[in-house]
């Protein structure tokens, strides 16, 4: 994969503005050069991904590399939203990592479970969400292929 296919961008979902804020300047500081995008709960992200609502002008536009994504989020939480997304065949590929201050064991099967790529405690100072940003774009971003982020689903084996 190429150094620009490799710019892939990073959905972050989130309700707390503070949280959406303090990811972007960890980004910034360890110089993650992909875009970022930021939606506020699982509703928003399930349309944003579907390309309804307020979110049709993206359709065609290519789906974000990796979603970061909190549990506990008003309208639709992020439980519901992972166990949508992977349900659906066009948006199961898309890697999602949970991101939240749960600690709780079941939180952590659960997500799983559904189809959580990772599950990643939220750190509590900014130095160590450098840490983890760093991680993840090492990870996520260096070393690890993910799916073509087409909008389209052209390299589908059933459509052969």
Avoid at 22 to 33: I, P, S
Wanted: aromatic share 6%; with cysteine; charged share 35%.
């Amino acid at each position: 994969m190429s150094d620009e296919n490799r710019l892939f961008t990073i959905l972050m979902v989130d309700d707390d503005p503070d949280d959406r804020l303090l990811f972007k300047e960890a980004c910034e500081e360890v110089r993650l050069r992909n875009p970022l995008d930021f939606l506020e709960n699982g509703e928003q992200l399930v349309d944003y991904l579907k390309r309804r609502g307020a979110y049709e002008d993206l359709d065609g536009s290519p789906f974000p590399g990796i979603i970061l994504l909190d549990l506990n989020m008003p309208l639709k939480d992020g439980r519901e939203a992972l166990e949508e997304i992977k349900a659906d065949a066009e948006l199961r590929h898309i890697p999602i990592i949970v991101l939240t201050t749960s600690k709780d064991e079941d939180d952590i099967l659960s997500s799983y479970g559904l189809g959580a790529s990772s599950y990643i405690v939220k750190p509590i100072s900014l130095d160590r969400l450098m840490r983890v940003v760093n991680s993840i774009g090492e990870y996520w971003v260096q070393i690890v292929e993910v799916p073509s982020t087409d909008g389209e689903n052209g390299d589908d084996p059933d459509d052969i």
